[in-house]
């Protein structure tokens, strides 16, 4: 690039591009390296993930304040972990510090570095030097310093990769626990590598893309970090239009929890936090913002597989998975929410809103709820995360005529395949709740007996044709103001008392099984009838499930146990998205044959 032109939107966009694809090639390192905040070995994945989501919303633009705009915007929707946000942060800074011009110069450039400084240690409840934001400052303050050489710009910025490469190296000696492992800083080390890649375009105007399997291999020794976390979930969300400052929201996060960053303005700002209860956070914040992209990770779970794993073989599936947490937790079950929101606030299903929660809204709001499909990022993330320590995945979801979620997984399969060369199996289950918990059930004990994923997978079909599900609806109002049953028929059934038993067929679609007047009727029509699927085939196991519905649930549980001579796997309350379908009061029987 001639020393003399200025920098305009093109040219940062590719220049982010470079970038973003260096930083994703070595993010299997960066997840290798990390013990600090947290030992969740998920910074590279989470940093891959926040390039990913900018690199797939941003196009080229002339203008260098339009792009640095949509790249700042759409860094904050998609900006995943500490370091994420803190990368997104920096982003802001650099948008807001620029003027509205279609190019800058590269005095004007190093300016909005400098400026971008303070919004990254405003954003942080607690700034620890010896991390990201040590590094990014250094790196900043020398450009500064080199201000006036900028007719030798290029070289003023290859210079600063060893200030850069020097910030990295003594991170090491700031954090005890960097000195512990002798390794540096992994959210400092992306910013590094990131800007390895930008150079790459400067020096050469070369954008290494991502090729199949182009990632760099991490190093052979493994760091055994062992820590006591004092708090399980990594939390996020947007919040927009809030009527308290930044400072205040900051104020109420650390009384939730640690590891707080703020990426945005008071109008739309990204939180994180590490806390132990979401639910109660969220419910909080929303009494003065609107939350919207909620996003929890499960720290100890991911502590856990990347440090004890018990079998080589992951599972995913999706909160419609109905079972006990203890079976989720044995078996290191990644279960994935779906969203659920009433009017403008966006819950998580199960994770930032229980089923007492939702039931209250239920009857609170004026705004029946919405469900939404778990997006193709999340799985990304999810899936690359497990690519450093399984040698396979097995996901498995709900019936895709409720839902897109088995789409959006198989969109992330095929992207992650690409790029980390591990096989993904993505299953529609063509079915939900406690059909689709026997399903994960029966992967979860296959793989406990050492099961190949080729002999799992040939087996799945067999399963499925072998798993029934039977919900006896109490009342129709949820299924009227969903949209399921039209309004005219559900109120002469409610008026003449009809209690709809519906199931599921082939395909995974909605079906009448039969009805009875009464809840009581309708649960003598379902056990007669798996007494006569009973004469037929052994039951493998069966699951009873309810909707706030406990009292007559446990009763089922007992008829169906006298009958088959088997205890259900549990009695348990299925989640919010669920509930939403079937409406309260519902009781089912999940059952799988051998």
């Not at 940093?47 to 260098?64: C, E, F, G, L, Q």
Request: glycine letters at 6%; proline letters at 3%; a neutral charge.
């Amino acid at each position: 690039m001639n020393p003399n032109q200025n920098i305009d939107g093109r040219y940062l966009y590719f220049a982010f591009l470079a970038g973003a694809n260096k930083l994703i090639k070595n993010l299997n390192e960066l997840n290798r390296i990390n013990v600090y905040p947290v030992a969740d070995k998920d910074t590279g994945s989470n940093m891959a993930s926040t390039m990913r989501s900018v690199m797939d919303r941003i196009s080229p633009n002339v203008s260098y304040k339009l792009m640095v705009d949509q790249i700042a915007e759409a860094a904050q929707v998609g900006a995943r972990g500490n370091s994420g946000i803190i990368m997104a942060q920096f982003l802001f800074g650099l948008s807001c510090e620029t003027s509205e011009k279609k190019s800058i110069s590269f005095l004007e450039f190093v300016e909005s570095v400098q400026s971008s400084i303070p919004y990254i240690y405003e954003s942080i409840g607690t700034p620890v030097e010896g991390t990201m934001l040590t590094v990014i400052k250094d790196w900043s303050e020398f450009l500064y310093s080199k201000r006036k050489q900028l007719e030798e710009f290029k070289q003023v910025l290859n210079d600063s990769m060893h200030v850069l490469e020097s910030s990295l190296k003594k991170t090491t000696d700031q954090l005890a626990v960097l000195k512990k492992h002798n390794i540096v800083d992994a959210g400092a080390k992306g910013f590094v590598v990131f800007i390895q890649g930008v150079m790459d375009f400067v020096n050469h105007g070369i954008i290494d893309r991502i090729k199949t399997p182009n990632l760099i291999p991490v190093a052979n020794s493994s760091i055994d970090h062992t820590e006591n976390l004092n708090y399980r979930y990594c939390t996020e969300a947007i919040l927009k239009d809030s009527s308290v400052a930044l400072s205040e929201i900051k104020e109420i996060l650390k009384m939730h929890g640690d590891s707080i960053v703020i990426n945005g303005g008071k109008n739309s700002c990204r939180i994180h936090v590490h806390t132990n209860n979401p639910s109660e956070l969220f419910h909080k914040l929303e009494n003065f913002a609107t939350i919207t992209s909620p996003k929890v990770d499960d720290m100890i779970r991911q502590s856990e597989i990347s440090k004890n794993k018990k079998w080589n073989i992951a599972i995913v599936t999706d909160s419609t998975c109905d079972l006990p947490q203890e079976i989720i937790d044995s078996y290191q079950i990644n279960v994935m929410p779906l969203h659920l929101s009433f009017g403008d606030s966006q819950y998580l299903d199960g994770v930032t809103i229980q089923s007492k929660e939702f039931y209250e809204l239920l009857k609170q709001s004026e705004h029946f709820p919405k469900t939404s499909q778990i997006n193709e990022y999340s799985f990304v993330n999810t899936y690359t995360q497990m690519a450093q320590n399984y040698d396979a995945i097995i996901s498995i979801h709900l019936s895709e005529k409720f839902s897109g979620t088995f789409r959006s997984a198989q969109k992330a399969a095929e992207r992650v395949q690409k790029e980390l060369n591990i096989p993904i199996h993505v299953i529609n289950s063509r079915n939900v709740s406690g059909g689709l918990g026997l399903l994960v059930l029966r992967i979860a004990k296959a793989i406990e007996q050492e099961k190949s994923v080729e002999f799992i997978i040939n087996q799945v079909d067999a399963w499925l044709s072998k798993t029934k599900i039977f919900v006896s609806v109490k009342s129709l109002t949820a299924m009227i103001k969903g949209g399921r049953v039209p309004p005219a028929v559900g109120k002469i059934a409610m008026l003449l008392r009809i209690n709809p038993i519906v199931s599921l067929n082939e395909f995974g679609e909605s079906k009448l099984f039969g009805q009875a007047i009464g809840q009581k009727a309708n649960i003598n029509k379902v056990i007669k009838h798996v007494q006569k699927l009973r004469k037929e085939e052994k039951i493998w196991n069966y699951i009873i499930l309810h909707a706030n519905n406990e009292a007559v649930a446990n009763k089922y549980g007992e008829r169906l146990e006298l009958l088959t001579g088997k205890a259900p796997i549990d009695v348990i309350n299925i989640s919010p998205v669920i509930g939403m379908i079937a409406g309260e009061g519902a009781v089912a029987v999940a059952l799988q044959f051998e």
